[in-house]
């Protein structure tokens, strides 16, 4: 099962940029980024293939988000720019599998969620 420690939250304001970092324990996984603001249920914000060819985003943050990974190191990242106010959440990352055609998160792969990572954008 994957451990997971996600980083690189912080307090920035509307149009700042943040990169967050997963530090996952390792496997060939389809890697993505959620997040889950108070109140919220959970949401899908991205993902990218093992072999990096493919990524996908929630229509709220295409063309501002851009999600890569480094396998060598274990690692996936999320670039974040031009942050929004509603961009305020805490973030987590997973294994993530496609079911009905959405995106979910694979908890066959994991044991739990991370601690998250908070962002919070101030306009």
């Known amino acids: 099962q994957v451990q997971l420690i996600e980083s690189g939250g912080g307090s920035v304001q509307a149009g700042d940029s943040l990169r967050l970092s997963c530090v996952y324990s390792?496997?060939?996984?389809?890697m993505g980024w959620f997040r889950q603001s108070p109140g919220q249920e959970r949401d899908f914000v991205a993902c990218i293939t093992w072999n990096t060819d493919r990524t996908f985003y929630a229509d709220s943050v295409k063309g501002r988000f851009t999600i890569s990974r480094d396998n060598a190191k274990n690692t996936v990242y999320l670039q974040m720019n031009s942050l929004k106010p509603e961009d305020t959440a805490a973030y987590y990352c997973a294994p993530v599998i496609r079911y009905n055609g959405v995106w979910k998160p694979n908890f066959g792969e994991m044991d739990s969620w991370g601690q998250g990572t908070q962002v919070t954008v101030s306009s």
């Open positions: 390792g496997g060939a996984y389809v």
